[in-house]
């Protein structure tokens, strides 16, 4: 209610859900160590799996290739540590599937020194060698997305970019990695949104954070090189702010149009997480082979910002950061959006930006009431929808009036009505079963 | 889940809850009613406590035996139905025969609420149903008024309160015409002051403006009721009032006497805020809300009857919907169409 007089910009609508980043906010980044078996999966991206170039037996380095891009909308993937390929298997997945992986025994005497490729030199290269040295840098959305970046910088013909959006928002409960990340790795960030400027052709830069991170926000103004046309912009604290569409128009006042990308509004949004690491892989023409999390929530005792390498089972770093006895939800990614776990031994992938563990009594399951058409979602959609409604017809599985009448798939699951609904009416989970049905059929001939 | 026996739950996101609650928005609204229920007991004395005791009493039986009769869990913890019967009870006159105060309560729960399917599904305010089947089965009881702070009124019982069913009931000398009925009767006019003390007749509840108004607002700023409602409400039968009595002093009341005077501070406020039967956007309020103060004008200037307030939410309540179906907000990223 206040924040709105406070003059920051933001966006209409959304929420205000405890932070709870004091726990980790001021821990530095640490170095995790390397599990027994690493278990790399062959997608841990939107699009077509990679595909192992390596053999049983076969020795690797840390940061070598380990499987190439299956075509455009693929990316590759980079041995985790130096160790020898135990196996080409399948690994449980966070879908509860099993997906091929590459398993890797790491060497425990080695040096762990990161072997360097072809560098990617931002002053010669054209917009096209970027982009190929992105896809083979593995590198995908690192804000939990996932999505392969040089797809998303491939802008087309016929748009123009006048904006690229440096994404620091990092709304989600609990998550403080692109904090840290902000604070520690601001050559990185900065080399990263040349090649970015580079690419998309954008004249500008604008690095958007929250009033949660003002440290932040002076720390990256006193440390802007002069010559580069960025600037940084404090918005007020509110989720889902780091959604793409969010942030544009908290920023720009532009709003994406429904069904459209960033793109239509001559704006490119990168996660600050991802610019850091091309910024700090592409000039050694190296590839992803760790990333930063946050480990934390009630149910963890060494609570932190960790440099983990991918592929670590989630079941290591757990019992290295420590779990409370009555541990009963683990989720990765933050818990507005965040997916709940099935089991404890799927890895950590490119998309994992944090886990977040809950004891018993943080997650009971309250009784759920009809609807009582009380608008605390109406006022909570920030895209204007009326989940109310919406709920109603999933309930007598309306799905494509939904659809047709009240705009179903412009949601983007920010879990905003879920949240407020003092009826407790699990709505993103009807509208995400409702989306999936409705495409289904529209995919049907 | 794990080989330590440890079970991990899965849920799909959010994991996070604000907290808010049915039952909680359901209590809070009992909790701002009961100032106003002690006024009514305080000016109408003991007739008023059975009044609303009965009321309450018949709502919330009707609830849980209608429940009892299909075998479905009870669901008297959403304090719904606690509030439907205070509502009820506070709209009535505070000598009704206890008889029909039941008999009410228990049509308005059952055909209002019940028959919709509870809580959430109801298209009209329950609290009216019962009412309205009362101002149409016994008219002239729902217009016997008693008058308020009489000497007596913790020690003696009107002879009309414990009448017995379906005899007529017996109605002492001293009748306490209501402010509206003088108005529209003899032409004469209560003062505003009176008027938003609660220093005159009329249905238990509906005499204490202030009261009123400051539950209102402890709800509005809670935000488990909708401002725009009361105050498209009142704004709009204060501009008519005002544009009437313009037109013809004489003949129609100053705009501050139709504001405070019958049930329309308590309707505006408690009735026609009933989340479940009002419009759920912003825009859909405003015009739910003008709706309503120009029926109530519309009635009790040219109408048969005195007042317009109950008619008039049922008869907004009815199209509420429909506002809803023709103000929508413009989704994010599309235009207007």
Redesign the interface.
Known sequence: MFSALRQRRSFAHG?H??QAKDDTRDLPIKQFPFAPVMIVPLQQHIGKPAVAVVREGQEVERGELIAEPDGFMSVAMHAPASGLIQRLALAPAINGRMAPAIYLKPFPGSSQEVSDGAPCDLASASAEEILLAIQRAGIVGLGGAAFPTHVKLKVPVDKHIDTLIINGVECE?YLTTDHRVMLEQQPDIFTGIRYLLKVTGAGRAIIGVEANKLDVAAALRAALPADLPVAVEVLAVKYPQGAE?MLI?ALLGR??????LPSDVAVVTVNVATTAEIGRLLPHGRGIQERVITIGGPAIRKKGNYRIPIGTPL?FALEYAGMEPN?????LGG??????????DIPITKGTSGF?A?TERQ?A??VE????????C??AC?????P??LGLLARVGEVERMADEY?LL?CF?C?SC???????I?L??RF?AAKGLVRKRRAAP | ??ERG?????????????G??????MRNVVLALLPVAAFAIYSFGLAAALVLAVAVLSCVATEHLLCRLVAAPTTLR?W?VTITGLLYGLTLPPALPLWMVAGGGIIGVAMGKFLF?????NAFNPALVGRAFLQAAFPVAMTSWSPAFAADRFSQLPASTLTLPFAAPVYDGASGATPLSLFKFDGQLTATPDLLLGLTNGSAGETCAVLIMAGGLYLAAR?ML?WRIPVAVLASVALLGWGLHQLAPAEYPPPGFMLCSGGLMLGAVYMATD??A?P???AGCVVYGALIGLLVTVIRLWGGMPEGVMYAILLANAVSPHI?GLV???????RRA
């Open positions: 929420i859900p405890p409960p569409k128009r709003e994406v149009p429904s069904g459209g079941r541990l009963s939800r683990v989720f818990p507005m959006m965040g997916q709940a776990l099935p089991s404890l977040i809950f997650t399951a309250p009431y009809p609807c009582i058409h009380c608008a605390y109406v006022d920030p895209l204007f929808l009326n109310s409604q705009n412009d699951e879990g879920s949240y407020v609904c003092p009826a407790h699990p993103v989970q995400r | 889940m794990s440890r079970t991990l739950e899965i849920h799909t996101s959010p994991h996070l809850a604000s808010a609650s049915v039952d909680d928005i959403d719904s399917g509870g809580l959430g599904y935000r909708n989340m479940v009002s759920i956007t912003n809803d929508r907000p413009r989704v994010f990223g599309t």
